[in-house]
């Protein structure tokens, strides 16, 4: 029986020797004993997957690695390998096979660390002469050469296998996927934490550094900052200090790396609370289930017969939460869901108490050892937000100004509830039942039926109505192009080119598959960049959008509205930055990048959504999502209050949480509820401790824009200014520079209070009507029938 592995970087270091571009993957000892490897063996971290006799690990054909056997390709017999070297205008994305693709993409990271080796060894040799002199050009563009060319491979393989692949299930296309993304990740790692290149870095003197472009400097003193931010030394090998120093920061990551997969460990093994399900049976407990989510709940043939399943594994089990009036079944998901890998456990092998305590102490440790006072002001102090002080001012605006809103909308739900419900509350409600009962009585207050108003949204003239809006607002134009000589994987792709009309300037070209059908993949919405723009080889931006629509009418639930309203946010961001490099095009998840705003244009165009110009009648969605937004500003609470601590053994993590937990909630905490245990996102990995606090913070600074495109009622005056001053910047200038710049002012809690806490009376029929026909240009829409846009 074969074996086949993913490559780890360690494990590369036997195959790369580079011969021309391509390698030949041949044992070389030389450059096994040049890179180390004895040293990092016993960490490497393969995957290793028993195939069977056939060769395949699934029903379906996975395209791993067998030993010895790499992949055999070259640019004369892989299309996409030959488009990276002929530098084409538009990728193969028909005539490439998926096999193809995934191997011509997995050889080419391959190639990029054979790279990397090479210019180590020239690099060693470099740092070896006293007068030699370091640049730029002669440290970071030999590896910045192919970066490019990696990214657009890994994101051509995602385009194809969302839209052509071999029939699988979704659990083995993910495998699939996030084997080959681990693979660059792993690549760009090693080559930004290499000890050699973080050495001839530093060597780069400064009057040479005032010679290169912006975005080189930029890129420079990022990657600075993150090697300070994670205690990466100058020059260890030749200073017993440093190397102290450093290998003391490496082994406090390796066991917060390994603590960490113990807790993710613990709850995927727990015998009693890991994938706990429900079944349902009634049809009228789950009335006010959208249709998808319907469909996905269902175990039987007929999604409107049932029966129907949810899940602590899945979504499925807050899909149910928030839209089934299910009360037994959602209290038993949630009692498990709260009690995982607790002391509520029947092993405590399972118990992640003992593990977050000491998670807390490796963070502490680690930040205190770098020069920080606590892991708070470590995480924060490269972010937006800036240090611990400003958050907790944040926190502490938001909490005093919603918490009289949340006892007084407590006493609402109860009311609805008893009313509409029939739910004997005794003037307390389950927590369980607070996710329904949120949204509905916000539909109730309002007037609106979320699933009627779907009849209002069919897909694709709703899509075409958002760019049209999105010209309005930001003067960008989406001109369809039916050029044949591009290749789409299918005739109902469409492409566009995409021009900034207040500047004439041409932004790049976009790829819409939006169509289900045979060999697609349901996951959704999902955006990316294809390319960034190269000047040098003439080639222009390319992004892409996948989607799932049956039919061009189909309905939109509000919730998939959102999606793709953040999607389309995706996109725009990736259009008008005008960085070159992929790192400085948005913020990325590094200690040295201000990600806590990543995402402020996806929530911006998200907020689209409940602008009156918009639909006025989507202002219900606000008042439905406080429960969820209060539950959000606990746990940053929660989490800031944990890490912000100079000594983590002054208060016990489940002593906190029972504190925070009484000031938030106007009822007590259920006996068996010891959430932190299972709580991921804070704990896992070690980068996202501290940052739970960044959705509030989009949502903040995104309403605050939308505020100040209400107030200055210019828009294209005002989206120019914000183009200029921050989305065509991306990550090259700071976040906070650039917003400040934009605002004029420092961020503040007022938009995002009054979108919370809005003055509003219930929408009366005739006021909804008008806002829909706002929106779809004074046609209405009934049901059943495709809205005639104007």
Not at 471 to 478: A, D, R, S
Not at 512 to 521: E, M, N, T, Y
Not at 596 to 624: H, N, Q, V, W, Y
Request: charged share 25%; with cysteine; glycine share 4%.
């Amino acid at each position: 029986m074969p074996v086949g592995f993913l490559f780890s970087s360690s494990v590369r270091r036997y195959f790369c020797t580079s011969f021309g571009r391509f390698s030949l993957f041949r044992s070389n000892i030389e450059l096994v004993t040049r890179r180390r490897l004895h040293t990092t063996v016993q960490h490497r971290a393969i995957n290793w997957i028993v195939l069977n006799d056939d060769g395949y690990q699934s029903p379906h054909s996975a395209f791993y690695i067998v030993l010895p056997n790499v992949p055999d390709e070259n640019p004369q017999n892989n299309v996409l390998l030959e488009s990276l070297e002929s530098n084409s205008d538009w990728p193969p994305i028909s005539t490439g096979l998926p096999d193809e693709f995934y191997q011509g993409t997995v050889k080419y990271i391959l190639e990029m660390s054979a790279t990397l080796a090479e210019h180590v060894d020239f690099l060693e040799e470099e740092l070896k002469q006293k007068d030699a002199l370091f640049t730029f050009d002669k440290v970071l563009s030999p590896l910045l050469k192919d970066e490019g060319n990696g990214y657009f491979a890994l994101s051509s393989v995602q385009l194809k296998m969302l839209t052509d692949w071999p029939e699988c299930s979704l659990t083995d296309w993910k495998k699939d996927f996030e084997a080959i993304e681990r693979l660059l990740v792993n690549e760009m790692s090693d080559r930004a934490q290499h000890q050699i290149i973080v050495d001839s870095v530093r060597r780069i003197p400064e009057s040479e550094l005032a010679k290169i472009d912006p975005w080189q400097r930029r890129l420079v003193e990022l990657l600075k900052l993150e090697w300070d931010m994670i205690g990466l030394q100058p020059d260890p090998r030749n200073n017993n200090f440093h190397a102290k120093e450093q290998n003391w920061t490496k082994g406090l990551l390796h066991e917060a790396r390994t603590h960490g997969k113990r807790y993710l460990t613990s709850l995927l093994l727990d015998p009693r609370y890991a994938n706990v399900q429900v079944m349902i049976k009634d049809r009228n407990q789950l009335k006010h289930v959208p249709p998808k989510i319907l469909k996905k709940l269902s175990v039987g043939n007929d999604p409107e017969k049932g029966p129907w399943k949810a899940s602590t594994d899945d979504s499925s089990f807050f899909d149910l939460l928030k839209y089934s009036n299910a009360r037994e079944q959602k209290k038993e998901l949630w009692d498990s869901w709260i009690a995982r890998s607790s002391f509520a456990s029947n092993d405590h092998l399972f118990n992640n108490s003992l593990t977050i305590e000491e998670l807390r102490s490796i963070y502490e440790r680690l930040s205190q050892h770098i020069g920080f006072r606590s892991t708070a002001h470590h995480q924060l102090s490269t972010k937006m937000i800036g240090n611990p002080e400003t958050l907790r001012d944040f926190i502490a605006g938001l909490y005093h100004r919603l918490r009289p809103v949340l006892i007084e909308r407590y006493e609402q739900w109860c009311k609805y509830a008893e009313k509409e419900e029939g739910i004997e509350t005794f003037g307390q409600l389950r927590t369980s039942d607070l996710f329904y009962i949120c949204r509905r009585e916000a539909e109730h207050f309002h007037g609106v039926d979320t699933l009627d108003l779907m009849n209002h949204f069919p897909v694709w003239p709703t899509f075409e109505k958002i760019l049209t809006v999105i010209q309005f607002v930001l003067g960008i134009e989406f001109k369809e192009i039916s050029d044949d000589s591009l290749e789409r994987c299918h005739p109902s792709v469409r492409i566009y080119e995409v021009t900034d009309k207040t500047t004439n300037e041409y932004l790049g070209r976009f790829y819409l598959d939006a169509f289900a059908r045979d060999g697609k993949v349901d996951k959704g919405w999902i955006a990316n960049i294809w390319r960034l723009k190269d000047e040098n080889k003439g080639l222009d931006k390319l992004v892409w959008l996948v989607g799932n629509i049956k039919e061009e009418d189909e309905m939109l639930h509000y919730e998939e509205l959102e999606d793709l309203l953040e999607n389309v946010g995706i996109l725009v961001h990736a259009l008008l930055t005008r960085s070159p490099y992929m790192h400085l095009s948005r913020p990325h998840a590094m200690y040295s990048q201000e990600w806590d705003a990543r995402d402020f244009l996806k929530i911006f165009f998200k907020f689209f959504i409940s602008k009156p110009e918009l639909i006025l009648s989507m202002s219900t969605l606000a008042r439905g999502k406080f429960w969820d937004t209060w539950r959000t500003l606990f746990w940053a609470d929660y989490d800031l209050s944990l890490f912000e601590l100079e000594k983590f053994q002054d208060k016990y993590y489940l002593d906190l949480y029972k504190e925070i937990y009484a000031e938030y909630f106007p009822f007590p905490i259920e006996h068996n509820n010891f959430h932190p245990c299972s709580f991921i996102p804070i704990f896992v990995p070690h980068s996202n401790a501290c940052m739970y606090y960044r959705k509030l913070w989009c949502e903040a600074l995104a309403l605050d824009v939308h505020q100040t495109f209400d107030n200055e009622g210019d828009n294209l005056s005002t989206a120019n200014r914000l183009k200029q001053v921050w989305l065509n910047n991306g990550s090259l200038k700071s976040q906070w520079e650039m917003y400040t710049q934009f605002q004029g002012r420092e961020p503040n809690i007022l938009a995002i209070s009054n979108f919370y806490d809005p003055i509003l009376s219930p929408l009366i029929n005739e006021e909804k009507k008008y806002a829909l026909d706002l929106f779809y240009g004074g046609v209405s829409h009934s049901k059943g029938k495709v809205h005639p846009y104007s």
